[in-house]
């Protein structure tokens, strides 16, 4: 199979100058052959159609995201804030047929060799948000694989089962895999919530058994300007200035 290289991706949020960004990074580094997307490509962001496009010129697998289906109609908007829901309506509007049928078959849990790869949780795909370690021990139980890819928080953390014993800690630079189970979260792409701004993204090196984590300077302004002009909520557009 040789050395197999995948990129990992969540949160994309419809915020294209950061999954450009990401992608030129990646090539950068000697390309993916892979990416491997947690869900929620659109939602928040101004150009979900084209995030959703260019996701799709690339080998990849991706599971789906509460914003991904809930700009489909496929999952109630009812438990997102108003900013949130306000973005949803505007970001369904914008997909075409294509767009909608490819949302509408993405799975929600995928494997793929020693990883089992959600949006939310292994125990609830769409919506948990795994922040705590008393939420990962539970989630521990519910996937049958040494490690666990999530998203939908949008922060970088890694939580490692050590015995009994369930420990959280940031994602670092470098993570290297050994036989303890581990529950990863690579962070966002398109909205950071981890007080950086910059896009943040991991590599797969399956040969190596490491997981390298990566952040990306992209033109947030650009984006920001996209927003105001389809009238996005000023919330969404002033939080990427500070990673929140």
């Not at 490509?41 to 599971?63: F, K, M, N, T």
């Not at 804030?81 to 997909?95: F, I, S």
């Not at 799975?107 to 922040?131: A, N, Q």
Request: charged share 25%; proline share 5%; glycine share 10%.
């Amino acid at each position: 199979m040789g050395n197999m290289r995948c990129a990992i991706l969540a949160d994309i949020h419809g915020n294209l100058a950061a999954f450009q960004a990401v992608l030129n990074d990646i090539e950068g580094r000697g390309g993916a052959d892979e990416i491997w997307c947690l869900g929620d490509i659109i939602g928040y962001g101004p150009d979900p159609s084209e995030c959703i496009a260019l996701l799709r010129q690339y080998d990849h697998l991706c599971v789906a995201g509460n914003h991904d289906w809930a700009a489909i109609e496929k999952v109630d908007i009812s438990d997102f804030n108003p900013e949130a829901a306000a973005a949803c309506v505007w970001t369904g509007r914008q997909l075409s047929d294509e767009d909608v049928r490819y949302i509408d078959n993405l799975p929600l849990v995928l494997c793929r060799g020693d990883f089992t790869i959600v949006h939310g949780s292994p125990r609830e795909p769409t919506w948990e948000y795994v922040l705590s370690t008393q939420s990962a021990q539970a989630n521990f139980n519910f996937f049958d694989t040494r490690y666990c890819l999530i998203g939908h928080s949008h922060v970088p953390l890694v939580f490692e089962l050590a015995g009994e014993t369930c420990l959280l800690k940031e994602l670092p630079a470098e993570l290297e895999l050994g036989e303890n189970r581990l529950i990863i979260n690579p962070g966002g792409v398109g909205q950071p919530r981890d007080g950086d701004p910059r896009a943040a993204y991991a590599i797969y090196d399956e040969e190596g058994k490491i997981i390298y984590h990566y952040r990306v300077a992209y033109d947030i302004e650009a984006t920001q300007e996209k927003m105001v002009g389809y009238g996005l909520p000023k919330f969404l557009v002033t939080r990427l200035s500070y990673g929140r």
